[in-house]
């Protein structure tokens, strides 16, 4: 049973595929989360992908172009091939975190799971909630640095800044690797405010 446990996030072919510029920032990112995936998987560590799936009348859910992506069912609403490996554990979500109305809490602690990585697209919207929620609920949390990304490289960096600061210890992947070789797993965060 592995402690750690990954959550990527945003790895639909339409959340990607929404513009340009996160079709570029993944391709960038790809072989780094790629490898990451697989040396955790190497390792024995669970993967989760949160899944959006949004519903056609939710009010809430963006538009792209007038249509809501992501619905159940659909291609563009499937977790990308690349990513996604026969033992991943598929989790759905309706909205920015994980945890929101899931069950993944529930899951995890089944699990023994006491520490997340998070990894996938946008930084500053997913993984800073999924981050917080995780942190909320007593979980260590990982955010490796090359992993992350978002359409705005301002919007990554500012997000890690955050990260860091607060819930989670930001290193890029091969450190991380790194640490959870050396240590077993990940420091937990200590919160100091000023």
Request: hydrophobic fraction near 40%.
């Amino acid at each position: 049973m592995s402690k750690i446990a990954v959550l990527t996030s945003g790895l639909q072919y339409d959340i990607v595929g929404k513009n340009p510029e996160r079709q570029a920032a993944i391709t960038a990112a790809t072989a780094h989360v790629t490898g990451f995936l697989a040396a955790m998987r190497e390792r024995g560590h669970p993967i989760f992908h949160l899944q959006l799936l949004n519903e056609p009348d939710d009010p809430l859910a963006e538009r792209y172009d007038g249509r809501v992506p992501a619905l159940r069912g659909t291609p563009g609403a499937e977790v990308i091939s690349e990513f996604l490996d026969p033992a991943d554990v598929i989790q759905e979500r309706s909205k920015d975190s994980g945890f929101y109305e899931t069950d993944l809490h529930e899951r995890l602690q089944a699990l023994g799971v006491e520490t997340l990585i998070l990894i996938g697209l946008q930084t500053q919207i997913c993984i800073q909630t999924t981050a917080a929620d995780a942190f909320f609920r007593g979980y260590i949390v990982g955010v490796p640095s090359d992993c992350v990304f978002s359409a705005a490289e301002a919007d990554r960096r500012r997000a890690l800044e955050w990260l860091e600061g607060y819930c989670a210890t930001v290193a890029d992947s091969e450190e991380l690797l790194r640490i959870i070789d050396e240590n077993g797993g990940l420091p937990r965060k200590e919160t100091k405010t000023p």
